[in-house]
T-cell receptor, first 109, second 113 residues
Framework: GEDVEQSLFLSVREGDSSVINCTYTDSSSTYLYWYKQEPGAGLQLLTYIFSNMDMKQDQRLTVLLNKKDKHLSLRIADTQTGDSAIYFCAEHGNNRLAFGKGNQVVVIP | EAQVTQNPRYLITVTGKKLTVTCSQNMNHEYMSWYRQDPGLGLRQIYYSMNVEVTDKGDVPEGYKVSRKEKRNFPLILESPSPNQTSLYFC????????????FGSGTQLSVL
């Protein structure tokens, strides 16, 4: 089955870059996702990457995928206070999404 | 507005008292799912449904039931809630397909005393 691992906490100064990492185990996953959860809200899809890609850039977000190591990362450039949230990576396989435990990002003004 | 609506947002109940958390989506999505979110454990899938009258167990289905009589509704039923079911619950829906965005409800915080 799928097993997605994430580190738990990251603090970053406003304006700096932040990087969140994730490892997954299901090599057959076709899509990998990053979701954002703001306080008191559900999850919102931030971005995704298809498994045959190494990198995807979307404005301030850069997703890197290392299929060999089953490693996924999300880089947020010029981190802003509105980026404070919990970030979940997820992999899509067997008609289901398996989520990581989440990474709390706190942006310090 | 496209959305997934859960009710209630907050619920406090006692052990053994049956409860239902409702979930409704207005996007004509085939796929619907329930997750629970617990500190340090992330989101774990309880049940999912690929379409009307088709439901399947997720990773943590014990103590829960679901039904999918209509496409738009996917209620989560706790026949005899226990304190270990205290959690934050999310309903989600999407179209079926290779890469369809999953839409989440705002969550239901359940406390079982």
């Amino acid at each position: 089955g799928e097993d997605v691992e994430q580190s738990l906490f990251l603090s970053v100064r406003e304006g700096d870059s932040s990087v969140i990492n994730c490892t997954y185990t299901d090599s057959s996953s076709t899509y990998l996702y990053w979701y954002k959860q703001e306080p008191g809200a559900g999850l919102q899809l931030l971005t995704y990457i298809f498994s045959n890609m190494d990198m995807k850039q979307d404005q301030r977000l850069t997703v890197l995928l290392n299929k060999k190591d089953k490693h996924l990362s999300l880089r947020i450039a010029d981190t802003q206070t509105g980026d404070s949230a919990i970030y979940f990576c997820a992999e899509h396989g067997n008609n289901r999404l398996a989520f990581g435990k989440g990474n709390q990002v706190v942006v310090i003004p | 507005e496209a959305q997934v609506t859960q009710n209630p947002r907050y619920l406090i109940t006692v052990t053994g008292k049956k409860l239902t958390v409702t979930c409704s989506q207005n996007m004509n999505h085939e796929y619907m799912s329930w997750y629970r979110q617990d500190p340090g454990l992330g989101l774990r899938q309880i049940y999912y449904s690929m379409n009307v009258e088709v439901t399947d167990k997720g990773d943590v289905p014990e103590g829960y039931k679901v039904s999918r009589k209509e496409k738009r509704n996917f209620p989560l039923i706790l026949e005899s809630p226990s304190p270990n079911q205290t959690s934050l619950y999310f309903c989600a829906s999407r179209r079926t397909g290779g890469n369809e965005k999953l839409f989440f409800g705002s969550g239901t915080q359940l406390s079982v005393l």
